[in-house]
């Protein structure tokens, strides 16, 4: 349980509550910690991922907690953003992706409990639809007039591309899963 990978994971959730107090201090500064502690937790999210591959550290713990970590860190920023922005043009995405993270999530744990948890694994277009997705976000946390104005435009598009994706491998996954969903045994 405690390699370097898990201890990287650990590490991205305790930023978070780090990450929501520079949130809302006022202040270039308070931004730019905000930007750079979503920054460290995004790298920590590839390279945990890359060392337990690399170094063979693979764990059931850091299988579990590596996606809670990312949909945690996502979701609190999402929430956090839509409440400042204020957009119906950022809270229908926030609202997409982080609908999609709940109804995956639901999806993959129930396919465990069936034994056919590969059925709905991690597809190339959930790693697309990832970059487009912490991109957005990145270039919103920036986005502050007295900061850059015009990545806030960018952030609200790569924010729709992502949500554009997000449907898109939600609907992957489901149909992946769907002889599963709709078989007429019932669970005992």
Do not use: H
Request: aromatic share 12%; hydrophobic share 60%.
């Amino acid at each position: 349980m405690w390699n370097l990978p898990n201890i990287l994971t650990i590490f991205r959730i305790i930023l978070l509550p780090l990450f929501v107090i520079f949130f809302f201090i006022d202040g270039v500064t308070a931004r730019w910690v905000t930007l750079a502690i979503f920054c460290t937790a995004a790298a920590t999210d590839w390279l945990d991922g890359f060392l337990a591959r690399k170094m063979d550290n693979e764990s059931p713990f850091g299988a579990f907690l590596d996606p809670v970590a990312d949909k945690l860190m996502v979701a609190i920023t999402l929430i956090l953003l839509i409440g400042r922005e204020g957009s119906a043009w950022l809270a229908i995405p926030g609202m997409i992706i982080i609908g999609r993270e709940i109804t995956v999530s639901a999806l993959r744990e129930w396919m465990a409990e069936l034994g056919s948890r590969a059925v709905v694994g991690v597809s190339a277009i959930g790693k697309i639809k990832t970059m487009c997705q912490l991109l957005a976000i990145f270039l919103l946390l920036l986005a502050s007039p007295a900061i850059f104005g015009l990545s806030k435009t960018f952030g609200y598009v790569f924010m729709w591309v992502a949500a554009l994706l997000t449907l898109w491998s939600m609907a992957v996954y489901l149909k992946a899963a769907w002889p599963y969903l709709t078989s007429q045994k019932k669970e005992g």
